[in-house]
């Protein structure tokens, strides 16, 4: 399974005439889902054979299954799934694919599903047309509704349906954001219907709906035609000591109240934070399992130096340290004190234990995820050269890095509401840089190459920089997609001059010494290896390529063919097939592949050869 569609298992996918069976067989296998086929068709490896009525099957295996692929008429399954469906909160995604694979349609739950954004994908791993009808998502905006899923953000409450239809329908919406990423701003087309920042000053805009995003739990009133919903990302700490044997309930009860009293919302927790003997404590372990928070425990030689209002001598007595709440919020906020919202409070049960409590806010959200980095290599520079994995992991992360030129050429497999980051060609190390920054945080971040992201591209830098982090090989995750490199894109364009060894030199010295090259230069000539040269010309580098001919010129016939291929599968492209004595007649410049033949490589009418042995 390619791991873009491991958020979305398990899948189930039914089918039920032998064209269908055939056709999402193999998808089944690509994006790890299970196909159920009724017991009268011949059964394939890895199905699951259902008997009686598709009816009673689909309705047994309903709650089970995430997303589901119907291989069926679309007026067959709307039958099939009404009575299944109840709100588009909770429902699975459902999506349909013509028996033949040409079409793939979403038909539910689009947004919070992930049936909008999966169609895509499965368009892309059948190379066929995704169907897409939902407003937002053909304005080229996220859904409101899913905006903060990728920064771990959780729901609050509101009229989400109503804010949605306002945005779809083009009604300017107001946005308060007042904590949380920002990043989602930043690629907004340029006709969204956001207005950021407060109204009351400009009484020219007229808002019908207002985003809040924020750490405050708002009570919305509801007003006519006025309409509010609230996203809270999770930057509170809340620091919790307590005395040995204090109840989960109690836990529960003081953070509930406390969190009411100051109007913040518990769904802006990120965690929770305590003195390192805590970690065995078993009402706060048990709490942190069921809310699904992490507990982060510090040991007090840390906490005594962290600075609070509200130091206790008893406490120091009893644990080493003065503060165990509010130094523990301070140091899992990665703040100081002024990051402290809510100081030290005790709550206290005759029979359950006593907690004290205190809340910092951080100035980055906890996400809750665990970050990946695809590495992507999105070939030579036409969208129908990049592998259909590529595309998918493309579509699928939830950053895109890379230099701004292949950017552009992947525009089309971009999805509404990613985070697109464009960076000048030479900075090849802050792109990695940030791309590790981002996966560390939790975000799935593709970063671009073209051609091969592993041949002098961007996924050995990504290594390299992430082994100086002492990574440990997992987090992040990272996945490599290879794609199409210069030296294939330009040798399919001219014939078939790899037929026998050949290698690859770059004359680029920015990372190697030219010493270096010319040795590989002098031993690739002598040896008989075909050559591809990358990288062979720049304004300011130009002696290079002379001393290329020059050496080849020693060991080779100067009527040896040489292909020069400019932009290969790029509106641009130029081919000029040439040869080593002529070869520096032509433009040679950073854009080319030069492919020098081997002593037995021929052309042939505007063809250039190269014989699969020696004669
Ligand atoms: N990772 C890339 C190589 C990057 S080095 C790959 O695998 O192809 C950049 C060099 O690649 C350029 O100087 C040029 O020599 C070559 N190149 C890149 N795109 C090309 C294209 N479309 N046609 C011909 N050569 C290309």
Redo the contacts with the bound molecule.
Sequence with gaps: MISPFKPFCPIAVIATTPQAIKTLHSLCQQIGATLHVPSHQTSLDNTQVYQGSLKDYLTSIWSQNRVFIFGLAIGAVVRLISPLLQNKSSDPAVLVIDPTGKFVISLCSGHQGGADHLTQLIAHQLNTIPIITGATNNLNLPGIDILGLPFGWRKGEGNWTAVSSLISRGEKVQVIQEVGSTLWQDHLPSNHPFYFGFSEFNKDVKFLGQIWISATKRKFLSELNFYKVQWHPRILWAGIGCIRGTSESLIEKTINEVFQKYNLATDAIAGIATIDIKNNEDGLLKYCQNKQLPLKTFPADILIKIQVPNPSTIVQQEVGTPSVAEASAIAAANSSADSLLVSKQIIQSENEGAVTIAIAKSSLEYTGRTGKLYLI?TG??SLAQITPAAKTAITQADVIIGYSLYLDLIKPLQRPGQVIEAFPITQEKRRATRAIELAQWGLTVAVV?????G???MAGLVLEELQKRNWDGNTPQVEIFP?I???Q??ASRVGAPLMHDFCAI?LSDLLTPWKVIKKRLVAAAKEDFVTA????QSRTRTQQIIYVQEVFLKYRNPKTPVAL??????PDEKITLTSLEEMLNFTID????VIIGNSSTYNHKGWMITPRGYD
């Design positions: 290599g030579p520079g190459s073209s051609g091969d992201c041949i002098y591209g794609g490199t210069s030296l894109a330009s770059s040269i990358y990288n062979p291929v400019r932009s290969a599968y790029r950073m854009l080319t592949t």
